[in-house]
């Protein structure tokens, strides 16, 4: 596939380049965008095609689950199953921001999106272009770095576009970005426990939920 590059303004999102994004989101496609601090793999979760092409793009274990990103948390209460106390005390304290909270994926969600593991991490951004990406759908989307897996992650569009090139069929390219990536906290189990070290620490974490 010939991969197209298209540059945006992470502050101010040009409509057409949001609307090229979204359209090729429809089609079952993926594309690479700039995020908070990294940049990040889209995709339909409910489009099993597109599912597919993004664990191709990565390299990705089919048993790994990948992450989703939702507008806020009453998007995140239409997806999940059961949500308990933990996660309304964390999405109310760290969201929009860089916290993934595990929790139990309602049948909405296609098995192949959660690993089979019938559980997803999600996390409400605080990108303007994400964020837009997600109002202009009206819906959820598959958010995994956009990197070969074993390979670092890339921080502008020219190293997605040089790493991902006929991997993806669209990188926006909003410049470099800067900052840590996400922490990753699984709240499923009756003593929580931080997956993936980031932003947020878990002394904050431990504090909010006390």
């Known amino acids: 596939m010939a991969t197209d590059l298209v540059e945006i303004n992470p502050e101010e999102p040009q409509p ?4 090229r994004a979204a359209a090729a989101v429809r ?19 409910f489009n099993l095609r597109a599912v597919t092409q993004a664990f191709k793009a990565k390299g990705r274990e089919l048993q790994r ?5 939702v507008r806020d948390i009453l998007m995140a209460e239409e997806f999940a199953g059961e949500l308990n106390n933990r996660f309304f005390l964390l999405a109310r304290r760290f969201w929009p921001g860089p916290l993934t909270i595990i929790v139990p994926a309602s049948a909405k969600i296609p098995l192949k999106v959660t690993g089979n593991t019938g559980r997803m991490a999600l996390r409400q951004s605080r990108s303007k272009i994400l964020n837009s990406l997600i109002d202009l759908l009206n819906g959820p989307l598959i958010s995994t770095s956009a990197n070969i897996s074993g390979h670092p992650t890339c921080r502008s569009g020219i190293e997605v576009f040089g790493m991902m090139d006929g991997r993806v069929d ?3 390219d909003g410049g470099a970005c800067t900052g840590q990536g996400a922490t990753t906290v699984d709240i499923t189990d009756p003593y929580w426990k931080v997956i993936k070290a980031g932003a947020i620490e878990e002394k904050e974490i431990a504090e909010c939920l006390q």
């Open 16 to 19: 057409e380049v949001l609307e």
């Open 27 to 45: 089609r079952g496609k993926v594309v690479a965008i700039p995020s908070d601090a990294l940049y990040t793999l889209v995709a339909d979760p």
């Open 65 to 69: 689950s990948l992450p989703i990103l």
């Open 170 to 172: 669209l990188v926006i």
